[in-house]
């Protein structure tokens, strides 16, 4: 059955000094893609410039848009002045891993449905996207990256969830074993676009399986870092983040 429709929101979410108040809101869409009524957030820079770009990013497994915003991201926009992007914060369901799967075209969704909508009611250029994402989103932004190449101006995965084979897997993270071997990134490292953001906390319990995957990447922006899977190590992380996006996305022309 497909999910109830829920209610968009509109809030204030910082009172910003220099590049003006980005306005956090959320904006209703139903999915062909996957069947649902999904709710995207997404944060206006307002005195960014003209047609500025768009950044993804994309949540963990059991979080959503909201989770995603933080004072820290908050701040790391503001600090980014005119080079701030919009920033869309698409609804990956409960553990969807953002790849096409049976219980819905979640890759599909992101690209065909979530993006164009954000370009279209917000006016970002869509030339400038940049694709991110933090443990299942960030897994889910190589993909997304390997999968459609050329289409992003950068990628960034923080702490994704990399699985080194099918039998190691999180319950609900692929259909089954056929599943994860289509979706492998380790075995698909060498298809993911030059250049990638890759951070890992050295606690982390992907940080094998993420090393390794770097090790397949061709000239990675790798950086380990002190710290485990968890909102403390992202948070403080984010004004690197944001800096390296919004870099990215001003040299892309």
Do not use: K
């Amino acid at each position: 059955m497909a999910a109830l429709p829920r209610r968009s929101l509109l809030l204030t979410l910082l009172a910003a000094a220099g590049c003006g108040e980005p306005a956090g809101e959320s904006f209703e869409q139903r999915s062909r893609a996957v069947g649902e009524t999904l709710e995207h957030r997404v944060l206006v820079p307002d005195g960014a410039a003209d047609r500025p770009p768009l950044l993804v990013l994309l949540h963990g497994r059991g979080g959503g848009p909201e989770g995603m915003v933080s004072d820290e991201l908050e701040d790391a926009l503001d600090a980014a002045g005119d080079r701030a992007p919009i920033v869309l914060l698409p609804d990956g369901g409960e553990s969807s891993y953002w790849h096409n799967r049976d219980d819905g075209a979640w890759t599909r969704m992101v690209m065909r449905e979530a993006i164009p909508a954000a370009v279209e009611r917000y006016g970002a250029d869509p030339r400038r996207v940049a694709i991110g994402g933090i443990s299942m989103g960030g897994f889910g932004a190589l993909h997304l990256a390997a999968a459609f190449p050329g289409r992003f101006c950068a990628v960034g995965a923080h702490s994704p969830a990399i699985f080194p084979d099918a039998a190691s897997t999180a319950e609900g993270a692929f259909d089954d074993a056929e599943d994860f071997e289509r979706h492998d990134l380790l075995g698909r490292a060498d298809q993911v676009p030059a250049g990638a953001w890759v951070d890992i906390g050295d606690d982390d319990p992907f940080a094998a399986a993420t090393r390794t995957l770097v090790e397949g990447l061709d000239r990675p922006r790798f950086h380990p870092w002190p710290g485990g899977h968890d909102g403390d190590y992202w948070r403080s992380h984010m004004d690197d983040y944001v800096t390296f996006y919004a870099r990215e996305l001003a040299r892309c022309r």
